[in-house]
C-alpha cells in the first residue's frame, strides 16, 4: 500500500497553525529530549554540516558573520538589526560620546545599562570601556574630569 504525500500536503495546507501550535508546545516541554534530538543529529551527521557551513563560507563569506551580529544583537541586547542600524543612522554613523566616526579601526559595540539591561546607545570600543571601568558611576567619572582639569 503506497503512501499517499499529495494527502499529506494537503492535510498539512489544511491544518498547518494546529499543528505548528502543537509541535511549538511539546518543544517547549520537552527542551532536554529537543537538545538531545539536536545533539544526535550533530553528531550523526557532523561532517555534512561542517562542509555546508566551509561551502555557504566560501559562496558569501560575509553571510555568515551577518548572521552571527544579528543572533547576537537580538540575544544579547534585544535589537534587530534594522533598529541597530537606526541607532547609527541617528548618531551620523559616530560614537554618541566622543563623536568621532566608525572605520575599521574604530568600532562601534552597543553600550547598554548593565542592571536594566536597556540600551543607551552605540559608542566606540574605547569610550565603551571607559563607561566599564567607571563602573558606570557619575561620581566617578565627574571625579576623572576635575582631575583632568586640574593637571591642565
Not at 1 to 25: E, F, G, P, T
Not at 104 to 123: F, S, Y
Not at 140 to 148: G, K, N, P, T, V
Amino acid at each position: 500500500m503506497a503512501h499517499d504525500k499529495a494527502k499529506d500536503r494537503a492535510y498539512y495546507q489544511k491544518n498547518r497553525d494546529a499543528i505548528l501550535r502543537r509541535v511549538a508546545k511539546w518543544v517547549r516541554e520537552n527542551p532536554e529530549r529537543v537538545r538531545q534530538t539536536g545533539r544526535r543529529y550533530y553528531l550523526q551527521n557532523r561532517g555534512k554540516i561542517l562542509a555546508k557551513q566551509k561551502q555557504d563560507q566560501l559562496a558569501d563569506p560575509t553571510k555568515i558573520k551577518r548572521s552571527w551580529r544579528k543572533q547576537n544583537l537580538r540575544r544579547k541586547y534585544g535589537l534587530t538589526l534594522d533598529q541597530y542600524n537606526a541607532l547609527l543612522a541617528e548618531q551620523y554613523n559616530s560614537c554618541a560620546l566622543c563623536q568621532e566616526s566608525f572605520r575599521a579601526d574604530k568600532k562601534p559595540v552597543v553600550d547598554h545599562d548593565h542592571v536594566t539591561g536597556r540600551v543607551r546607545g552605540i559608542l566606540c570600543q574605547k569610550c565603551n570601556m571607559v563607561l566599564g571601568f567607571s563602573g558606570d558611576s557619575v561620581e566617578r567619572l565627574q571625579s576623572a574630569i576635575e582631575y583632568l582639569r586640574k593637571s591642565r
